[in-house]
């Protein structure tokens, strides 16, 4: 018996050029052989699109785009590697909220300088702020301000990109006014105290772990902004489907897998990979920006953040299906299809987690 929809069409071709760089290196980075900054130098140097502005006021057209094109190669560099796609999605926020600062200081101008050349690498530690932003929830740092600068206290649960030269860009609380404020921390701070690296199901070479903060100095220069709400709603767009776009990549890789498997007994699966490749389909649609505005609406962020669910979903279900057409040989810890299942075990616990996705959407 051979596959009666062979030739069903994923709508989704990695960029040639990206996917082979990293799929070179995927197996070495997994195994931590070598490191994954040397490929986000290559893609964030010779892709000029990864280091444009991507919400521009009075262009959404320019920014519907750019995101477009910045979600595909992220989707592209996934579809080898995840550890690489999650570290550049990283980077390339770290980009966007600099760009995104009203104040535009010399100090943020040269960080942003630096963090296109891939000089220094961007840590996003957003997830208390974005927490913040959808739910409420407390934000674990807090400021007081002296002077003309905030003394800082507290703890960040998770955050990656924590090794060489780095910077981090999380949201902070006054405690006087409480007022929220995105800062840039620089990652030799003294008062920083990062955690020891444990080891990881999947995505080592990401280099995350938490850290404490006390009594930490952070001058007005390094405020990006202090208007929290629209800076959120100029960010969550790109955010949200940027995040998408690595479960969309790895989701990819499994179901040309799975293609070129589903054939004799094997198409006893036949009917759960098509449903998942109408899925994919769907989803990917559905990351097209709706908004006529860089601030998005309620409704936008909410139809992203289910998009950005079922993405996350679909990617796990589409590696177990492949790792099931497999067999044996897919057991194996060193086969790629058993590293795609590490990867895909990322994914429920990435900020916002599954838990997170599925409480928001249900109120």
Same mark, same amino acid.
């Given at each position: 018996?051979?596959?009666?929809?062979?030739?069903?069409?994923?709508?989704?071709?990695?960029?040639?050029?990206?996917?082979?760089?990293?799929?070179?290196?995927?197996?070495?980075?997994?195994?931590?052989?070598?490191?994954?900054?040397?490929?986000?130098?290559?893609?964030?140097?010779?892709?000029?699109?990864?280091t444009?502005?991507?919400?521009?006021?009075?262009?959404?057209?320019?920014?519907?785009?750019?995101?477009?094109?910045?979600?595909?190669?992220?989707?592209?560099?996934?579809?080898?590697?995840?550890?690489?796609?999650?570290?550049?999605?990283?980077?390339?926020?770290?980009?966007?909220?600099?760009?995104?600062?009203?104040?535009?200081?010399?100090?943020?101008?040269?960080?942003?300088?630096?963090l296109?050349?891939?000089?220094?690498?961007?840590?996003?530690?957003?997830?208390?702020?974005?927490?913040?932003?959808?739910?409420?929830?407390?934000?674990?740092?807090?400021?007081?301000?002296?002077?003309?600068?905030?003394?800082a206290?507290?703890?960040?649960?998770?955050?990656?990109?924590?090794?060489? +030269?780095?910077?981090?860009?999380? $949201?902070?609380?006054?405690? !006087? =006014?409480? #007022?929220?404020?995105?800062?840039?921390?620089? &990652?030799?701070?003294?008062e920083?105290?990062?955690?020891?690296?444990?080891?990881?199901?999947?995505?080592?070479?990401?280099?995350?772990?938490?850290?404490s903060?006390?009594?930490?100095?952070?001058?007005?220069?390094?405020?990006?902004?202090?208007?929290?709400?629209?800076f959120?709603?100029?960010?969550?767009?790109?955010?949200?489907i940027?995040?998408?776009?690595?479960?969309?990549?790895?989701?990819?890789?499994?179901?040309?897998?799975?293609?070129?498997?589903?054939?004799?007994?094997?198409?006893?699966?036949?009917?759960?990979?098509?449903?998942?490749?109408?899925?994919?389909?769907?989803?990917?649609?559905?990351?097209?920006?709706?908004?006529?505005t860089?601030?998005?609406?309620?409704?936008?962020?909410?139809?992203?953040? +289910?998009?950005?669910?079922?993405? $996350?979903?679909?990617?796990? !279900? =589409?590696? #177990?299906?492949?790792?099931?057409?497999?067999? &044996?040989?897919?057991?194996?810890?060193?086969?790629?299809?058993?590293?795609?299942?590490?990867?895909?075990?990322?994914?429920?616990?990435q900020?916002?987690?599954?838990?997170?996705?599925?409480?928001?959407?249900?109120?």
């Amino acid at each position: 018996m051979t596959s009666t929809f062979a030739t069903e069409t994923i709508n989704f071709s990695p960029i040639d050029s990206i996917a082979g760089y990293f799929s070179n290196s995927a197996d070495k980075i997994d195994r931590s052989e070598i490191g994954l900054y040397e490929g986000l130098k290559y893609l964030f140097c010779s892709h000029a699109v990864m280091t444009e502005k991507l919400s521009n006021i009075g262009n959404t057209t320019k920014s519907q785009s750019l995101i477009k094109e910045v979600s595909d190669a992220i989707a592209s560099v996934a579809y080898e590697d995840m550890a690489s796609a999650f570290a550049a999605w990283c980077h390339r926020m770290v980009i966007e909220y600099v760009y995104q600062s009203e104040t535009s200081n010399s100090h943020l101008k040269q960080l942003l300088s630096d963090l296109k050349q891939c000089s220094i690498f961007g840590s996003t530690a957003m997830g208390p702020g974005t927490a913040n932003f959808l739910t409420g929830t407390e934000i674990p740092i807090r400021v007081e301000r002296e002077n003309d600068e905030f003394t800082a206290n507290g703890i960040i649960r998770w955050a990656s990109n924590l090794t060489g +030269k780095f910077v981090i860009v999380t $949201a902070v609380k006054e405690m !006087s =006014s409480d #007022n929220t404020y995105i800062v840039t921390i620089p &990652g030799n701070s003294q008062e920083l105290h990062i955690n020891d690296f444990t080891k990881l199901l999947g995505l080592d070479q990401t280099f995350s772990t938490s850290m404490s903060i006390t009594d930490l100095k952070i001058p007005n220069e390094n405020i990006v902004t202090q208007d929290f709400s629209n800076f959120m709603r100029s960010i969550i767009v790109p955010f949200l489907i940027l995040q998408s776009s690595f479960c969309k990549g790895l989701a990819a890789r499994s179901l040309h897998e799975s293609l070129n498997m589903i054939s004799g007994p094997k198409t006893v699966f036949e009917d759960e990979l098509q449903k998942n490749i109408i899925e994919f389909n769907q989803l990917s649609d559905e990351l097209e920006i709706e908004t006529s505005t860089n601030l998005a609406s309620d409704h936008e962020i909410r139809r992203l953040l +289910k998009a950005r669910l079922n993405f $996350a979903l679909l990617a796990s !279900s =589409s590696v #177990n299906l492949e790792y099931k057409l497999c067999g &044996g040989a897919a057991y194996s810890i060193s086969s790629p299809v058993s590293r795609r299942l590490r990867e895909a075990a990322f994914l429920p616990i990435q900020a916002p987690t599954e838990v997170q996705l599925r409480w928001i959407l249900s109120q």
